[in-house]
Nanobody, 115 residues
Framework: QVQLVESGGGLVQPGGSLRLSCVAS????????MGWYRQAPGKERELVAV???????NYADSVKGRFTISRDDTKKVVYLQMNTLKPEDTAVYYC?????????WGKGTLVTVSS
């Protein structure tokens, strides 16, 4: 059983920053890709950023240059540093991790960008 728990969401003004964290726990020998997705009200869940175990990354065009994904495999944690936040970044952010090829999801953390 694998659990993912996100933290770090909240209310921030436009132009501000937040750092999301996601900790994995359970019967894990190694983790493959780890990433962040988001779902805004009335919209489908979309990829924000993903990082492979080898360190390669992929970002949504809408967040390139503003968001940075990183991971610490010794702690089984993935981070999302979000800078220059915009109102359109408002969404529930979900952590995702591949463990033995099986995708696991956290319950999400809400990010609200508003003045």
């Amino acid at each position: 059983q694998v659990q993912l728990v996100e933290s770090g969401g909240g209310l921030v003004q436009p132009g501000g920053s937040l750092r999301l964290s996601c900790v994995a726990s359970g019967s894990i020998f190694s983790i493959g890709d780890m990433g962040w997705y988001r779902q805004a009200p009335g919209k489908e869940r979309e990829l924000v950023a993903v990082m492979s175990r080898g360190g390669s990354t992929n970002y949504a065009d809408s967040v390139k240059g503003r968001f940075t994904i990183s991971r610490d495999d010794t702690k089984k944690v993935v981070y999302l540093q979000m800078n220059t936040l915009k109102p359109e970044d408002t969404a529930v952010y979900y952590c995702n991790a591949l463990v033995v090829g099986i995708p696991y999801w956290g319950k999400g953390t809400l990010v609200t960008v508003s003045s």
